[in-house]
């Protein structure tokens, strides 16, 4: 790690060292569940403790393999891949050994998942400018022409992570899904393609370009999607290529980057900053101060989805609603009640991994059931209710929730009636 203090909130080590001590985690703190294991005491023991935990898990994969379990193996590898993932992750420096040699790792685990999955799986490079980007393109049985979702990782994820590769909820709805390392993210990090304020979304339309030359993509249905940090990309690369037929993304990045970079853990300002190779704060700040959807958003063409948590630390439900009415219709907003940033596995959505919902969606816009009318809000509630398939609400306050109106009462105003 860097000796040289590069941002303000560096000071802030201490703190961060005692939310990774006591919650497991190193973002969004609201949530229980631990990322990291207890004995990591501090940010700087993650990479190295992790990786124990990963190496021990590929142990057990290579022993399956081995013993010709090829279905275990491959679950197996997609979890050790995750562990490399995580661990890899906490380095933010340019041609750092351990850096290298965990993304290596997780590069070598899912390999072998590609290897053994029960739907083809292939690593890509597709041409952007004078370098290339690094995707993996999951494909349906049998490689039908099938349509074709562009799915945009978040600052904290990469090609490889999350969607579970090997029960793929996008493949298993019928649709083919190119996952990227976009500027700043995986691969392309390692390779020192930066991102900035502008060119993840011409990385996104050269990934286009690249799947329409596929004769396993239908080029007439493609969509895009895209979490975290991934849905203002997304949304940027549906508003400036008409060829994106649908958009679906949540936990939201949409509006304005104060909360993220300067409200929020430190964590994302330090590992964004490197993805962007830029090491002046002053300057980081006037490029974040351009990642605004304002322009875009309205721009957009094709149907639209974009999913919040309700208390949602990194973009404040104001800012997302702000956004959202700059889209034209047909345009659609879930707000997961009760929730924060994630919504992988929580109530609202029945305890599932949440993708299969985008997926859903997606193939709803390319059968036609998103009118060009249709502007909805949907508040997905914790408790109760059918989840995503809630009726439409008119307001997300407590007023609209409880069917009340009205101003002031009469004790409200008090004698002098106003």
């Avoid at 990194?314 to 997961?336: G, M, S």
């Amino acid at each position: 790690m860097p000796i040289k203090t590069e941002r303000r909130r560096d000071s802030q080590q201490w703190l961060l060292d005692h939310m990774v001590k006591t919650t497991g985690r190193v973002i969004n703190f609201a949530y229980d569940q631990r990322i990291v294991p207890a004995e990591v005491k501090s940010y700087a023991m993650i990479p190295r403790v992790v990786e124990k935990h990963a190496r021990h898990i590929e142990q057990i994969a290579r022993a399956a393999e081995a013993a010709g379990h090829h279905v275990t193996a491959a679950e197996l590898y997609w979890l050790a891949g995750e562990q490399y993932r995580e661990a890899q992750h906490a380095i933010f420096e340019d041609d750092n050994p351990e850096k290298i040699y965990l993304h290596g790792k997780l590069l070598d685990c899912f390999e072998k998942v590609m290897e053994y999955a029960p739907h083809p799986i292939e690593r890509v490079e597709i041409p952007f400018g004078d370098v290339f980007i690094q995707g993996v393109l999951h494909m349906l049985p049998g490689r039908p022409k099938a349509p074709t979702v562009l799915f945009i990782p978040g600052m904290d994820m990469t090609k490889e992570a999350t969607i579970d590769a090997i029960h793929h909820p996008f493949v298993a709805r019928g649709l083919n899904c190119l996952h990227i390392d976009g500027p700043g993210q995986g691969t392309s990090n390692l390779r020192k393609i930066r991102v900035t304020a502008e060119n993840y979304r011409r990385a996104g339309q050269a990934a286009i370009d690249w799947l329409v030359t596929r004769p396993e993509v239908d080029a007439t249905r493609i969509a895009v999607s895209g979490f975290s940090f991934g849905s203002y990309w997304g949304m940027e690369i549906a508003a400036i290529d008409r060829r994106v037929q649908a958009v679906a993304t949540a936990a939201a990045c949409y509006g304005p980057k104060r909360a993220i970079f300067e409200q929020a853990s430190p964590r994302f300002k330090q590992v964004f900053m490197y993805m962007a190779g830029i090491h002046d704060e002053a300057e980081f700040d006037a490029m974040a101060e351009d990642m605004t959807l304002d322009a875009l958003a309205p721009q957009i063409a094709c149907p639209c989805l974009q999913v919040v948590g309700e208390y949602d630390p990194l973009a404040p439900l104001d800012e997302v609603l702000a956004v959202y009415r700059l889209v034209p219709p047909p345009r659609e907003l879930w707000v997961v009640e009760n929730d924060f940033h994630v919504p992988r596995g929580v109530e609202n959505f029945g305890g599932t991994a949440f993708y299969g919902c985008l997926a859903d969606w997606i193939n709803d816009a390319f059968a036609g059931g998103k009118p060009a009318s249709l502007d909805l809000m949907r508040l997905v509630r914790q408790k109760d209710g059918p989840g995503p398939y809630s009726a439409p609400i008119e307001g997300l306050k407590l007023p609209q929730r409880i069917g009340q109106r009205g101003g002031l009462s009469a004790a409200q105003r008090g004698p002098s009636g106003r």
